[in-house]
């Protein structure tokens, strides 16, 4: 029989009322996410109450390109010889010295920041900084003041005095302000911070000693570095701490620690030029002594007074190649100054370049050698000779003196040649001159070394002096345009995103709780289950009752009373072509037991019996009968008339008292063989006599999975009523169902889906239908929201 319209399947799926029905699945739970909710905002509200604050200060400084003191101002000296090109500094080197720990744990020392103090406040320990009660200064006496732990409570037990405890809370006795205190690495000298109105009051502060190296590891950490452009040498420095006084005096004291450094770096190499060039000029100053008396004794032994007169007319041709003579004497001296300098230098040497003469490129040579030796030396600073970046420069430098000292003899054959071709022309001129008086060409002989000394000795001075000056004013590598500063507000932790992460959270966690019970869960929950797996014709769904051995009376208002009449109304639809005169015959079966078929059986006779119609509740569960739990039955029943020949089956009917219209066939003993029993031929005509007595007859089967019983007896039913309890019947079971409506082993079948749980917002909901009433009657009591809830787990 081909059920009607109101019976029909949906041929097409709304895909909005899926996506509203998940909607729903949510919003029903309301109260668990406020809950949700609640808790994460209160947890947020204990971590932000507990969490130690941390501040960020920040300070802004230009990292300057070019060297201007130290290395680029000695050789900038000596630019006018052509000897020296600019020396550029790269920026990112330098930001790594910044962050180096070096520096850094020379900031840390400075600061004496490897000791800490705490206060114990109501709820945590809070560091101070500048506003601790006293000031305590600090003088180690082993080297393990900076390598060991250890921890110290001071207390305040007068205006004058104060105890020191240990670790261990032992005292260490008491001891005045301004006094001298031995500890076990270092002595302590504790003074008062309080003001004087201040002097009285009583505290308690805690002491820490920690490891330079792992304080100076955390900062290095924590410094953070970046450049403000992509182009531009403008860079800040960033610190995170939960006290912004010690981040904005490390970050300062970093700052002036580097530009001490970089200085004494640059002053380096200006004080080994300035040592040579002593040590040349008191060589030099000797040699022009001896020169000048050599001249004044020649004068003095040849009682001559003008000899250039005499000569002067003669003396004026040659005057040009003298002072070329002259020139290339001094580089000749130079050069064999730097050579002799060049057999005895070592690694760490620096080569002097104010000197040089401008033959050649061994002025590029001795400043890129210069500037190798200054990188060995900030390389030993923080590592050690074997360190591989050493050993590599060590090899440059060795290869740099090696080109040196050929660039500088090839710089004096080159010098050596030029005066010899000038001597040679000299010489030419020399003999126009053949009359000049033998004293005249003696003297100015003298005359010449002399001018010679002179020229480089007063060379050498000025060099001297412009060393001098630029030591004095030598610039750092790096400008502060802000000064180190930090917001009031803290950075973390951040009060609007932990509450509103902790919103979210509180959202999330029901969702997820929601969404992955839902994926694990494997039950029908909705009609809009059974729909998406099965074919059948869906007949109603039944709401979850208070109570499971509910009987529907005629005051009966429940939402599950108020289902089961929509029920017995759609199955009028699926009962209509049974021949008049002859009772509508209903099976009930289900996939598995305790799916609440008989609940719904017994429910369905007497709301049936209600409409005055005369109704048979046979309960033909064989195995296991469980009409009884509902309605008070005899023993004896279907199965003993079956077994026996002698008695009518109305000996086994009885009338239900509390309902007119309904008659109860009991199931009977459990027999041993129910298959051969219900295969007995007495069934179908059991069958034929009491459809002509009835007007309806409702039949209480075995579970189809389970047995085959309910299939022997199919032929005699002219609906079967399927019944499904939701959170219950695996998705997986549905096949069961689909395959006997496909088969057609069960005629005229229909789905009743039992013990749903009943919404106001569901997609198929029953909330205006179920449970409307006139204001009479027993009504449905409610079921707690928390047990609903559990029921749903």
């Known amino acids: 029989m081909e059920p009607t319209s109101p019976l029909s399947k949906e041929s097409v799926s709304d895909e909005s009322l899926n996506l509203r029905e998940q909607i729903d699945k949510y919003l029903v739970q309301w109260k668990w996410f406020l809950v949700s909710v609640l808790v994460c905002l209160v947890l947020a509200g204990i971590y932000l109450r507990y969490t130690i604050p941390l501040y960020r200060a920040s300070t802004i400084v230009l990292v300057k390109d070019e060297r201007k003191g130290g290395v680029q101002s000695e050789l900038s000296a000596f630019e006018d010889m052509g000897l020296v090109k600019g020396v550029k500094s790269n920026v990112d080197n330098e930001l790594e010295v910044i962050k180096s720990y070096t520096v850094i744990e020379n900031a840390i020392k400075r600061l004496n920041l490897n000791v800490t103090y705490f206060t114990e406040g109501r709820v945590k320990a809070v560091e101070v900084y500048k506003d601790k009660p006293v000031v305590c200064e600090f003088f180690p006496t082993s080297e ?386 059974v729909d998406s797996k099965v074919t059948i014709p869906f007949l109603g769904d039944i709401p979850s009752s208070v109570t499971s051995d509910e009987i529907i009376n005629t005051n009966s208002r429940s939402s599950s009373a108020e289902a089961i009449r929509i029920v017995r109304t759609n199955l009028e639809f699926m009962l209509g072509g049974v021949t008049e005169g002859r009772a509508k015959t209903v099976f009930v079966t289900s996939t598995l037991p305790k799916e609440g078929k008989t609940f719904f059986a017994v429910n369905l006779a007497t709301t049936i019996a209600l409409s005055d119609k005369k109704v048979l509740l046979i309960g033909l569960d064989v195995r296991n009968p469980k009409i009884d739990k509902y309605i008070k039955l005899p023993p004896k029943g279907l199965t003993n008339y079956l077994s026996q020949k002698e008695k009518s089956i109305h000996d086994y009917i009885i009338k239900e008292p509390n309902y007119e219209n309904l008659y109860v066939l009991p199931s009977g003993v459990v027999p041993p063989n129910p298959v051969e029993l219900l295969m007995n031929k007495k069934v179908d005509v059991l069958f034929d006599q009491l459809k002509g007595e009835f007007d309806y007859i409702i039949v209480d089967t075995a579970p189809v999975s389970v047995v085959t019983d309910t299939l022997l007896i199919a032929k005699n039913a002219d609906a079967f009523i399927y019944v499904m309890r939701a959170n219950y019947l695996d998705k997986r079971l549905l096949k069961v169902a689909e395959t006997l409506y496909r088969e057609n082993k069960l005629p005229n079948m229909a789905i009743v889906l039992n013990d749903t749980i009943w919404k106001k917002s569901s997609a198929y909901g029953y909330g205006y239908g179920y449970g409307y009433g006139y204001g009479y009657g027993v009504e449905e009591e409610k079921e707690h929201w928390l047990r609903k809830f559990v029921k749903k787990k």
């Open 144 to 529: 393990l003041y900076y390598k060991k732990r250890a921890s110290y409570v001071l207390k305040s037990v007068s205006p004058d005095q104060f105890e020191l405890f240990d670790a261990t809370e032992k005292s260490l006795g008491k001891y005045g302000y301004d006094k001298v205190v031995q500890l076990k690495y270092c002595k302590m000298i504790v003074r008062k911070a309080f003001a004087k109105k201040q002097a009285d009051q009583s505290f308690e502060i805690n002491i820490r000693f920690n490891k330079l190296k792992d304080v100076a590891y955390r900062y290095k950490g924590a410094l953070q570095i970046a450049a403000m452009g992509k182009n531009t040498s403008v860079v800040e420095l960033a610190l995170v701490d939960p006290v912004k006084e010690k981040a904005i005096d490390l970050l300062n004291t970093i700052v002036q620690i580097y530009n001490e450094d970089a200085i004494a770096d640059k002053n380096f190499i200006s004080q080994n030029t300035e040592k040579f060039i002593e040590e040349r000029l008191k060589l030099i100053s000797d040699e022009l002594g001896d020169v000048e008396k050599q001249g004044a004794s020649y004068k003095q032994s040849n009682r001559v007074t003008d000899i250039v007169s005499e000569g002067e007319l003669y003396l004026q041709n040659s005057a040009f190649f003298e002072k070329a003579l002259v020139e290339v004497e001094t580089q000749i001296r130079i050069v064999l100054s730097l050579i002799d300098y060049m057999q005895n230098i070592n690694k760490g040497d620096l080569v002097p370049v104010n000197i040089m003469p401008t033959e050649g490129n061994t002025g590029s040579l001795i400043n890129e050698h210069n500037t190798l030796v200054l990188e060995r030396s900030r390389l030993i600073k923080t590592g050690t000779l074997k360190n591989p970046s050493v050993v590599n420069l060590d090899k440059r430098i060795e290869e740099m003196k090696e080109n040196i000292k050929t660039s500088l003899n090839t710089a004096l054959s080159t010098l050596n040649i030029k005066k010899s071709d000038l001597q040679r022309q000299n010489n030419l001129n020399t003999g126009k001159i053949s009359q000049i008086p033998r004293q005249e060409r003696e003297f100015r002989i003298i005359g010449r070394q002399q001018q010679i000394k002179e020229a480089l000795y007063l060379y050498l001075m000025q060099k001297r002096e412009e060393i001098a000056i630029s030591l004095a004013v030598t610039p750092a590598n790096t400008k502060v345009i802000d000064v180190a500063m930090a917001a009031e507000s803290p950075v973390s932790p951040n009060r609007n995103i932990i509450f509103l992460a902790a919103l979210a959270l509180g959202l999330l966690i029901p969702i997820l709780v929601i969404y992955i019970r839902d994926m694990l869960d494997t039950k029908i929950k909705s009609r809009h289950d």
